[in-house]
């Protein structure tokens, strides 16, 4: 009697809203025999089927995973979002997902790393399986600079791939945090990793700028607020040559960069161009934004230094991924 009174009140709203689809939720209703648990997982556009099951002391069982969600708090339900990368981390990292204090903590390749939204799982599966940061390198690196080190995901992997030291520099004071974090989850190969909580450009300069916790990677210095929910954050930017020479100039091997800043790319390598020090980097990842200038900018600033490039995009050329080896 309890369904018939609650279901088709449910089902009206769902007809006012284009985003609420009444068969959908009937099916979940069915599946895991809870309306609360039903209303929760019915935005996530996901086929529920026999696999997922409800266990009423455990949570929800999503075989993707091999793991349950054992609250219906939105960071527990965050790992509905992608079950793609979910199960691109299970089946082919043979992962392990445990979630608590309101973190998935995903196990993969010697490492443990929290993360807190359905995008860092996604990111966790682009850089240890689909291999975003791979590179053919003719001998092991003397020095890996990560610029834009987000949650600590890829500054991990360059410090768990290579026996040298890492230097990674986040912009923003709570992400950093989250950083640090992770690297206290891993101190065997965090001793490699400096970390600077600061961002880079072609000046030294504070600002002030909005904080998304929800959208972690895709904050800069060209991002302007979305929602009122988001802060300002304090931040400090130094002169990238002032942050890298010294490191450039002492390195013993082969230099790695690794940048993805939304757009400070720009400022960045035109500031290491003018001091010549962009022809001490060997090989160089970079994530691309048009946000912050043109692409045809930043390939002519790396073959004017002599680096031959590879320009991948998704096909709307506003992102992309430059690949970039110093021509000996």
Known sequence: MLWCNIVPLHLSQSMKNPLLRPKRLLKNLALFRSLKTATRVHPYPLSFNRGHTRDLSKGIYVPEAK???????????????DLFSVRVIQ??????FE???????????????????????SVVAEIFSQGIYEMSLLEPPGLVLDIGMNFGAASLYFA???????HAFEIFPPTFELAEANFQLNPKVADRITRHCKGLGDKDEELSLAYDPD??????????AKSTKE???????????????????SSQGPVVVKMDCEGAEFPILRDLDSSEL???????????????????????ILHRNGFASFVQSDGDWKIGYIRAVRMK
């Open 67 to 81: 793991a349950f969600i054992p609250t219906l708090e939105p960071e527990a339900l965050a790992l509905l979002a």
């Open 91 to 96: 089946e082919n990292l043979n992962g392990n």
């Open 99 to 121: 979630y608590r204090d309101k973190k998935w903590f995903i196990d993969v390749c010697g490492l443990r790393i929290a993360t807190t939204t359905s995008i860092d799982i």
């Open 160 to 166: 768990n791939k290579y026996d040298c030291p890492v």
């Open 215 to 224: 959208n972690k990677g895709g904050l800069g210095l060209y991002y302007s």
């Open 231 to 249: 802060q300002l954050v304090k931040v400090e930017v130094v002169r990238a040559t002032t942050a890298l020479g010294p490191l450039l100039e």
């Open 278 to 300: 962009l022809r001490r980097v060997d090989y160089m990842i970079l994530e691309w934004h048009t946000v912050g200038g043109e692409l045809s900018e930043l390939l002519d």
